[in-house]
């Protein structure tokens, strides 16, 4: 009787761990695709020694002047922290999830996405480091990283999306 008793502990303990893991990874909760709150994100960020900049001076996301983390995904902010280790760039990120981007799946919004400053060091690694892809009408000229991750300058800034956290 015990055996069975065993048994049927340990099958329903397989089950419950496995419906949670089913559970998060469903609603996004799996560890890096989880998003995180703005104190979070700016404390790990400051760690890794990144900076940010805000034209609105601000970090509320609702107004397109500020710049904003909340809501950012876990793998954006390693990813970024991942470029800065290896690239040994200085990094100023211009642009988080607050609103004024364009929408979709892959979003600023949905907190997939990062702009950094445009810097001459920034340039050579990438330019050295990630394939060249081509230019994108009405975006920039966008280079693939080995992770995935896609670098595209526009303008005035490089905007980066992050699928992965870029081999954290």
Known sequence: MSFTRSTLR???LTLVVSTVATVGAVFGLASPAFAISHSSATSQLSAAGISWTSSGNCSDR?????TSFTDVRQATISGIITF?????CAVTITAGTEVG???GTYSHWNG???????STCIQNYISAHYTYVGYISGFG???????GNLYTREGSHWDILFYSCGGC
Request: overall charge positive.
């Open 62 to 66: 609702n107004v397109a002047t500020c």
């Open 112 to 118: 997939y996405k990062l702009d950094i400053s445009l």
């Open 84 to 88: 800065r280790q290896a690239s040994g």
């Open 141 to 147: 000229y966008q280079y693939r990283a080995p992770s």
């Open 10 to 12: 340990r099958r329903v």
């Open 101 to 103: 981007h364009a929408g």
